[in-house]
């Protein structure tokens, strides 16, 4: 038995209507409470009548009853409203603290079709049974889902940003570069970002050569000799101006190249960040300020210097001879991963909802992605639309599905009352 079982039984009405505390005093639930994610009973606001006298409070759910001492719930105050512990098993007393056991106060089915779950080998516990749930529910869910995944995100921004002293522009100088690469360079993009402070290259933007040099230079990429004129001129900027700015130097060996189309080869990237930067300044209050996606795209309309057209690694002629732009792809990823978070943590911040609705259109308004876990989903009976509908069902399957969160779930609710 586990706790999470507990729970589901509890917030669901799911137990007998004739409930009684183990002292044999009539149990009534008017309402059994709010789920409690911080420190504290498990259920807050709850409104019970016990042995006719109404009492408000909070609701502490265990397996074991000495889980409450086991717990050391007795030396914190944190618990002193609970009102009523609720358990599978009644091994101990709890002295004023009234106490309901639930061994037999629900179908015995329940516990069956959730163990079935849980314990299933699909790749996720309802894969057999998710493309047969109506779509009102699944979109609704997601809807829920989306939202939750966005809060998550703006509680990493908050930290972010104030490890940035509120620097808006430095955060989301931090958050743009962790995802401007693909995912094997993201710890090396984001590195990049921290040894190389955003007003630092803001300082030069009249001088393209000398942001580009800082770039390439603290990723590593110009410790080296050069055959080429435009490297090694990139090569002696840099020596100065790591000289003038104390700059670090990350190993070139972090970035990988391998499996990679070569589009999206690090050092394109890198060349496609600078011109960016250089175009537009503070990109933040530019992304703020725009109405339209079209507007915000523009911003990313950069084309490469010609030396890019059959390059792809410095010293390095390519047989391909292509001027290199961000693509759809690329800005698509920037979209989901960095814009539409920072957006919605600005109005979260600021207490400004038209910024959030505007991050939830954008997504609405983005293609639906296309990966393996999708995939897996659509074979399953799923369809999405856009990237709303896909970043709802990512995160579910990340934060849900692999961890068998199951009765968490309003899918899982509705398939086990239809399988029950």
């Not at 505390?21 to 059994?32: M, Y």
């Not at 409690?36 to 609701?59: C, E």
């Not at 894969?127 to 997601?142: A, D, H, L, P, Y």
């Not at 933007?205 to 080429?228: H, I, P, Q, R, T």
Request: hydrophobic content about 40%; some cysteine.
């Amino acid at each position: 038995m586990k706790e999470d079982f507990i729970y589901y039984l509890w917030e669901n009405r799911l137990l007998n209507l004739d409930l009684r505390t183990t002292s044999g005093d009539e149990i009534s639930v008017i309402s059994v409470g709010n789920r409690n994610f911080d420190s504290g009973a498990d259920f807050i606001n709850a409104r019970i009548k016990i042995g006719g006298t109404l009492w408000a409070g909070q609701v502490e759910i265990h397996v074991r009853a000495s889980d409450w001492f086991r717990h050391r719930h007795q030396y914190d105050d944190n618990y002193n409203n609970v009102i009523l512990h609720v358990v599978y098993e009644y091994d101990t007393d709890l002295l004023k603290i009234p106490t309901l056991e639930v061994k037999d106060k629900f179908d015995i089915s329940l516990l069956l079709n959730y163990n079935s779950f849980v314990n299933s080998r699909n790749w996720i516990p309802c894969g057999e049974f998710i493309g047969g749930v109506q779509n009102f529910t699944v979109v609704s869910w997601f809807d829920r889902m989306l939202v939750e995944h966005l809060e998550n995100e703006c509680k990493e921004l908050d930290f972010k940003l104030k490890n940035n002293h509120y620097d808006w522009e430095q955060t989301f100088y931090h958050r743009l570069m962790r995802y401007f690469g693909l995912k094997v360079n993201n710890d090396s993009f984001e590195y990049l970002s921290r040894i190389l402070p955003l007003n630092l290259l803001l300082k030069h933007l009249d001088n393209e050569l000398y942001v580009e040099s800082m770039l390439f230079g603290c990723a590593g990429f110009l410790d080296k000799d050069f055959d080429e004129e435009y490297p090694r001129l990139l090569k002696r900027e840099f020596k100065m101006l790591k000289s003038k700015f104390t700059l670090k130097v990350m190993p070139v060996s972090n970035w990988k190249f391998l499996r990679l189309r070569p589009p999206n080869f690090p050092t394109i990237r890198i060349a496609q960040l600078a011109k960016i930067i250089v175009k537009n300044g503070n990109l933040f209050s530019k992304i703020r300020d725009s109405v339209s996606m079209d507007d915000i795209m523009n911003l990313f309309d950069v084309e490469l210097d010609s030396y890019w057209d059959n390059h792809f690694q410095f010293d390095k002629v390519s047989n391909v001879d292509k001027k290199k732009t961000f693509g759809k792809t690329a800005i698509d990823s920037v979209f989901i991963n960095a814009i539409i978070p920072m957006l919605f943590y600005y109005g979260k911040f600021h207490s400004l909802e038209s910024y959030k609705e505007r991050a939830m259109t954008f997504l609405e308004q983005l293609e639906a992605e296309d990966n393996v876990v999708i995939r897996n989903f659509k074979n399953a009976g799923l369809s999405f639309n856009n990237a709303f509908q896909t970043q709802a069902a990512l995160y579910m399957y990340k934060c849900y599905c692999k961890r068998r969160r199951c009765l968490e779930c309003r899918i899982y609710l509705i398939l086990s009352k239809v399988r029950s």
